[in-house]
């Protein structure tokens, strides 16, 4: 028993006692650093050893502001900052000496005793460091049996929290609230954090150990400064740095403490945590969407401060024996002997300690108690580089080496460590290596003993850690701090007045940083979403946006219609930018107009500009879809005109005109002549109006079908107006476009093929001379003739139509005609000869069509006198031998009746190349509409035999339209009779062509 105390007394420190020595202990935010700063400044002289650099920092400055900084100093690891008259000194805890005659003594969050890798340190000072005339140990409740175990007569002093912590739960990071400590264990997490919050929420400031004091100096500016509203940083903020917080929420609940990966004690969480909230304001903490939500049994614990208490204490013997490496070794592993004190596991001078041992000319050389001593001080520098124990050993033998050698370390070998450092190069990481390496050589610098003309290298390593580490606070600024948004940020905060410019671009600048862009009555900011960047950007340049948009207002009212464009897509454009849209009204002409504008236009700068496209719009309408605006307003029209009217406006301008043959037959001419006021086109096929087909009022009419039918992203819409506006009479149908678009373009779907309307008209220009050639007559035979009843397909036929034989098939086909195959001898007789020119055969084809026409499906008087009209029409355009098949639509007119002309036509193939001499000729179907109505019931309404079909309209025959039985003579007294006694509209080109044949007659 006398042999366990005596080693006991051997190995303990001098038996410690609380005698004047105060406990201050309790959670966070209980104002414990404050009180020791005050009382520090009452007393002549003090030391407080703080665990952290950046902590002693802050103790530094606000003791500074206290009494002075001459009068204290700061001592850390690299960092000395002393004056031959400070009377105050702030240290790290390593940073303390080991014995002081400072009236004062303070050591900051003793609860530090229990960590595994630093814990002795503390506990050293704990149990052998006092001030003469007052001593103060700083923590947390957890260590308060521990210190009156180990400290008898020590008196604790505990302290409330001043404010509550709550515990708000689970949120994404991009949910968290302003000014929040986001807090993960590792440089990679804290970087993704950081860039994550920098990409939604504007940026956030960096705060870590591996940074260098100045660095981290700086960022938590940023912080404090409200530049940014976001904190990320590892544990080091939970060592009693003071912050402005409001939240703290874990990132990671995991850390590796240096031997294995581990979940964060209670305590420790609670440290963290606590840093929420400051003085009177409450605060809370959570965890991020990637933490699972903390149990409710841990929350209690971490609201109400309930934590288990310290069992054991690391330590160290401090007594150590330097006659020889050996003896440093053995009291280095001596124990303490007491069970509330758990030997260290080994550090990292310990470690190195035992590496440079094994080194020979180490080995040799500490062979003194003064070369011990200096291999013990050299395993003493900070492994700053965290590279690996072996590299950590190598350099520090190197560093004997020289010291053992020279007596001191070569100047030369120093000198080309700074300037290998002294770069400032390279991305974040490797201006952090360059930084930790300046460290090691700033922690040497402050050897005089060591290093020759210390104050100067002193000086020189200073300066180069400053400068790196102004770049790194730069680097990560940069990466991971948007400027623009802290700035905006920060003076909105303190309502101060921002001056924004709107340059004529449209890009708008607050204070200089480019926010965005105005685009016609629009801001688009370069951040959007909730986030404060862009809510910092929207509400920066209000006032100035309002005022512009205004101004633009009142612009676009005096602005002309030509500045206004109407896009594809339905976006009306002015001066380039999108103001309105189109959307879909009761009709698909009767359209409406959406402001495209911010809030800021509003009242009457808002009326004004929606008035001003409005009016636009009807102008637009009413140009470019006149003939269909007017026709939909003409109160004039009455009874069956008004019904094709409405017929005609319902399908945006033109209609098969089978679908209407019973209304059209039933009109006069002066009734046909109202809707010709409105440029209709009575045509054989179809019935239409030809300035509708043009580009532009095309695409108009396929925008505004495509916005009232919700097909506004229907293909084929963009495609075809660009085939009509090449010209193209016909083109290959596409079955993926929309049909509508075909019809809206004036294209009618035949086979594979769409062809244009009106040559549709000229092909039955070319159809009907050779349907009702007489061939026992005096004419000449028209091209394409048969035998009155038939066709074959000509050459000019498919020009005009672009197609080929099988195309015209497919055509005719579509057309209503049925093809047959005959002797190309028999159809086109050796005496025949060439085919007449088209001058020669204008005047019998115009007879022919008038004869025909008799038979077609309108009055018989009409008809008779709309065929002279057609063949005359028929016989100008065949003989304009220059005019091309691809010209614009309105300039190859087909005239009015060339709708009375027949209903349905096809072309074939003409005779083979080779082979049998045989041709495909062409007639109508048999029960197909011919030009339009039913022939045999006009031959019945123009002879005495067949009286009782004259109310038959639009009936199918029963018979061939090809037949010619029961048809009049051309020189009938009963069609002369029925022609003179039909009212012909004096404007009417009807009338001229009656005037010219009757001319002719006389003469």
């Not at 240290?91 to 005659?101: G, H, L, N, S």
């Not at 001191?408 to 991305?427: P, S």
Request: glycine content about 8%; overall charge neutral.
């Amino acid at each position: 028993m006398n042999t366990g105390n005596q080693q006991q007394a051997e190995t303990f420190p001098t038996p410690a006692n609380g005698r004047d020595v105060i406990g201050i202990l309790g959670p966070t935010n209980t104002g414990k650093t404050h009180l020791a700063i005050e009382r520090m400044a009452a007393h002549s002289s003090g030391l407080i050893g703080l665990p952290l650099r950046l902590l002693a920092r802050e103790v530094y400055q606000r003791l500074g502001n206290l009494v002075g900084f001459g009068n204290v100093a700061l001592i850390t690891g690299e960092e000395k900052i002393n004056s031959d008259k400070a009377r105050y000194r702030v240290c790290t805890v390593e940073a303390m000496p080991t014995q002081t005659d400072a009236a004062f003594v303070a050591i900051d969050e003793v609860q530090m005793a229990t960590d595994l890798e630093r814990g002795h340190i503390f506990t050293d000072r704990i149990m052998n460091l006092r001030g003469k005339q007052e001593t103060l140990l700083l923590g947390a409740s957890t260590i308060e049996n521990s210190l009156r175990a180990l400290l008898p007569g020590i008196e604790i002093r505990t302290r409330p929290r001043m404010s509550v912590l709550e515990y708000a739960g689970s949120k994404k990071i991009t949910r968290l609230p302003p000014r929040t400590a986001i807090v993960a264990f590792s440089s990679s997490e804290v970087y993704a954090i950081a860039e994550l919050i920098r990409r939604q929420r504007g940026g956030a400031a960096i705060v870590m150990g591996a940074l260098s004091p100045r660095t981290r100096n700086a960022q938590v500016e940023l912080y404090q400064s409200g530049d940014v509203d976001f904190l990320v940083a590892t544990d080091a903020i939970g060592m009693g740095l003071n912050l402005d917080l409001n939240h703290v929420a874990f990132a990671q609940e995991t850390k590796f403490d240096g031997f294995q990966h581990r979940r964060l004690t209670v305590a420790e969480m609670g440290q963290i945590a606590g840093r929420a909230g400051r003085h009177t304001r409450n605060g809370t903490f959570g965890v991020t969407g990637r933490v699972s939500p903390l149990e409710d049994e841990l929350v209690e614990r971490l609201e109400t401060h309930e934590f288990e208490p310290a069992k054991v204490l690391t330590w160290r013997n401090r007594d150590l024996d330097f006659r020889s490496i050996e003896t440093l070794k053995q009291s280095l592993e001596r124990a303490s002997n007491n069970r509330l004190l758990m030997k260290a596991l080994p550090a990292s001078d310990q470690i190195a300690l035992e590496t440079l041992s094994r080194d020979s000319f180490t080995a040799d050389a500490a062979k003194s108690s003064d070369t011990v001593k200096l291999l013990w001080e050299v395993c003493l520098i900070p492994d700053y580089r965290k590279i690996s124990p072996a590299s950590h050993a190598e350099l520090l033998q190197n560093i004997f080496h020289q010291l053992i050698l020279d007596g001191k370390l070569n100047e030369d070998w120093y000198a080309k460590q700074i300037r290998h450092a002294d770069q400032t190069t390279g991305d974040i990481d490797t201006i952090s290596i360059r930084i930790a390496q300046m460290r090691t050589w700033t922690y040497l610098s402050h050897r005089a003993d060591w290093l020759p003309n210390a104050t100067y290298w002193q000086e020189k390593a200073r300066a180069v850690e400053d400068k790196l580490s102004d770049v790194l606070h730069d680097n990560l600024t940069k990466r991971f701090i948007d400027r623009r948004t802290s700035v905006l940020m920060k003076r909105l905060r303190e309502n101060t007045h921002m001056e924004a410019e709107i340059q004529p671009n449209g890009d708008v600048k607050v204070e200089g940083h480019h926010i965005g862009r105005l685009s016609g009555f629009r801001f688009t900011p370069d951040t959007v979403g909730d986030s404060p960047e862009a809510k910092a950007a929207n509400a920066a340049a209000g006032k100035a946006l309002t005022d512009e948009i205004e101004k633009r207002a009142g612009r676009l009212a005096a602005a002309p219609n030509a500045d206004i464009i109407l896009s594809s897509d339905g976006i009306l454009r002015w001066q380039g930018d999108p103001i309105a849209r189109l959307v879909s009204g009761e009709t698909v002409l009767s359209p409406r107009v959406i402001l495209l504008a911010d809030e800021q236009l509003s009242g009457p700068a808002r009326d004004q500009a929606a008035k001003r496209l409005d009016r636009w719009l009807a102008n637009h309408l009413a140009n470019v879809l006149k003939p269909l605006i007017e026709m939909s307003r003409d109160q004039t029209l009455d009874g069956m005109v008004r019904g094709i009217a409405y017929r005609l406006v319902e399908a945006l301008g033109n209609i098969e005109r089978n679908e209407v043959a019973a209304d059209i037959q039933a009109l006069t001419q002066d009734k046909r002549a109202d809707l010709r006021r409105h440029g209709v086109r009575f045509g054989f096929y179809n019935i239409f109006i030809p300035v509708l087909l043009k580009p532009a009022p095309v695409e108009f009419l396929c925008l505004l079908w495509a916005l009232h039918n919700n097909k506004l992203e229907a293909p084929g819409r963009n495609e075809i107006v660009t085939i009509l506006a090449s010209g193209r009479t016909s083109t290959i149908y596409d079955p993926s476009f929309e049909n509508e678009f075909y019809r809206l373009s004036g294209y009618r779907i035949l086979g594979e093929k769409a062809v244009r309307m009106d040559i549709l008209e000229r092909l039955a220009n070319l159809i009907r001379p050779a349907l009702f050639w007489k061939s026992n007559g005096d004419s000449p035979r028209p091209e394409g003739a048969v035998d009155g009843r038939s066709f074959y397909v000509t050459p000019a036929m498919m020009s005009i139509l672009g197609a080929t034989h099988e195309d015209m098939e497919l055509i005719l086909k579509g057309l209503g005609y049925q093809s047959l195959e005959k002797l190309e001898s028999e159809i086109k007789p050796v005496d025949a000869g060439d085919a007449p020119t088209s001058a020669s055969k204008s005047e019998p084809a115009a007879k022919t069509k008038g004869t025909a026409e008799g038979s077609g499906s309108e009055t018989n008087k009409a008809e008779l006198v709309g065929s002279a009209e057609t063949g005359q029409q028929a016989a100008v355009i065949e003989n304009n031998s220059t005019m091309s098949a691809t010209q614009d639509t309105n300039a190859t007119p087909a005239s009015d009746e060339q709708a009375g002309a027949g209903s349905n036509s096809t072309a074939g193939d003409t005779e083979a190349d080779t082979g049998p001499k045989t041709i495909l000729i062409w007639q109508p179907a048999s029960r197909a509409p011919r030009y339009g109505g039913n022939r045999k019931g006009h031959d019945a309404k123009r002879g005495q035999k067949h009286q009782k079909s004259q109310g038959r309209r639009g009936k199918q025959p029963t018979q061939s339209a090809g037949h010619k039985t029961n048809k009049p003579s051309r020189s009938s007294g009963q069609g002369k009779e029925n022609r003179s006694s039909s009212k012909i509209d004096p404007d009417s080109p009807f009338a001229k062509l009656q005037a010219l044949k009757q001319q002719m007659k006389d003469n």
